[in-house]
């Protein structure tokens, strides 16, 4: 396939020779994931300079390697200015729930892996006394750490609308970190007057949304000069892939690459999601705040991000990651005025890699640790282990009437269906897989 793309072909087979000894997972990356990323960048340079940003803001974590790849693609070019943004959904979301009243159930009760109503609430970061009393009045008390599913959590959401003890605990855990939260995002330069954007993985675009709401109420409740900042920042997105844009939002402003809303369907069944965010991480922990802290006499401050204390658990394949892209990038600007590799020639990739793997791809990606809850309280590979009771649970039929509670069941969902399905030695059971996607994306895009 990388052969039709000269600049792509050049940059593979000497990064290849440049490394003594590639190891299978180097070389998966080489192949597949390097030109996706690179491709994705220049798209994302090429769509600002048309539109005249003067400002990206590459978002923590998944932004990371993007962030440096735009570094080395942007070198001696005319482009925007690049930053990196160390946010979080949950560091936006807690300082903007107090905003929110109801709707902050909206992002608070969604499902996941392994999701239990003790991580829903910690998602709020309620305490363990919290949680206990939060549990007692809506009848959860023995079903504190049992896995919910999507019914079980609607459930649930709607008897928390009236319990007026939840949001007093929401609101109170929200006002205590608003402040320092705005404070990071002025002095980053998200208040600034100038044209900007973000950049990111994508998929539902939230952060975006609570980005622009962040600024909008804190601008128009405070004194500034308007001359420098504005009350009504507009931000704009670039993303790998949009699955759907927030409610009230203008879908003119978030770009999509590969994934766009009620589109792309065969696309979104051979991709998952969770795999992407895993290769295109960061060494570091999640950013949980901030911290205001004084830097000198005059009374001048810095808002420091905090990061958990959990760092990746893939950090050195992070490292290995950026060790390969930048020895890719060497080569590919060597001959990138040549051909960018189409969209047709990514597609073709990520659909075999993702969609109907090799068992080494398999095994060696699906390996990596995952966690897709916005706290990541329990990593897993992002390939769970599949035995040949859960298979005949993950077939069509079955899956659908677990998650509608129908059957009884409980599912032990997988980052990577088709990687837990290879390395269980059933590769036929893909296309259950590929039919289950398939017919969830069709009843959500079209219903």
């Not at 009620?262 to 060494?283: A, M, N, V």
Request: net charge positive; hydrophobic share 35%; proline share 3%.
């Amino acid at each position: 396939m990388l052969q039709k793309n000269p600049a792509h072909y050049h940059a593979l087979e000497e990064s290849l020779a440049a490394f003594n000894k590639p190891t299978a997972y180097d070389e998966i990356f080489l192949h597949v994931f390097a030109p996706v990323i690179v491709s994705f960048v220049e798209w994302v340079l090429d769509e600002a300079v048309k539109s005249g940003k003067r400002r990206l803001y590459f978002l923590a974590r998944d932004g990371w390697l993007m962030y440096q790849v735009a570094q080395i693609l942007g070198e001696g070019k005319k482009i925007p200015e690049l930053r990196y943004l160390k946010i979080s959904r949950y560091s936006l979301r807690m300082a903007e729930y107090r905003l929110l009243g109801e709707k902050c159930l909206d992002t608070i009760c969604v499902g996941g892996i392994d999701i239990s109503f003790r991580k829903l609430m910690m998602r709020a970061s309620f305490t363990e006394q919290e949680i206990i009393e939060t549990a007692r009045i809506t009848g959860y008390e023995t079903k504190v750490d049992t896995p919910l599913n999507y019914v079980q959590i609607q459930e649930l959401k709607e008897k928390l609308k009236n319990k007026k003890k939840f949001f007093e605990y929401v609101n109170h855990h929200s006002k205590k970190c608003y402040d320092d939260t705005i404070g990071y995002l002025r002095q980053e330069g998200l208040f600034d007057n100038v044209s900007m954007a973000v950049v990111d993985s994508g998929w539902i675009g939230t952060i975006q949304q609570s980005l622009e709401h962040l600024i909008h109420v804190a601008g128009n409740s405070t004194a500034v000069d308007k001359r420098k900042e504005t009350a009504n920042k507009k931000l704009e997105g670039y993303y790998f892939g949009i699955y759907e844009i927030p409610k009230g939002c203008d879908a003119e402003r978030y770009h999509g690459y590969y994934i766009h809303p009620k589109k792309d369907i065969l696309r979104k069944t051979r991709f998952s999601i969770c795999l992407f965010e895993t290769l295109f991480s960061s060494p570091e922990g999640m950013t949980m705040g901030y911290e205001r802290t004084e830097r000198s006499k005059m009374g001048e401050v810095d808002y420091i991000p905090l990061e958990s204390i959990r760092q990746n658990p893939n950090e050195k394949i992070m490292y290995r990651n950026k060790e390969l892209l930048c020895s890719y990038l060497k080569y590919y600007v060597q001959v990138s005025g040549k051909a960018k590799a189409n969209l047709q020639i990514i597609e073709r990739l990520l659909k075999l890699s993702m969609g109907n793997p090799t068992r080494s791809e398999a095994e060696f990606m699906g390996a990596l640790q995952f966690c897709d809850d916005v706290l990541e309280l329990q990593m897993q590979s992002v390939a769970a282990k599949w035995d040949e009771d859960e298979l005949k649970k993950q077939k069509f039929v079955n899956k659908i009437l677990i998650k509608l509670n129908i059957r009884k069941g409980t599912l032990h969902e997988s980052g990577w269906p088709e990687g837990s399905i290879v390395n269980a030695g059933h590769r036929r059971a893909i296309r259950q897989e590929h039919f289950y996607k398939y017919f969830m994306y069709i009843r959500k895009d079209f219903k």
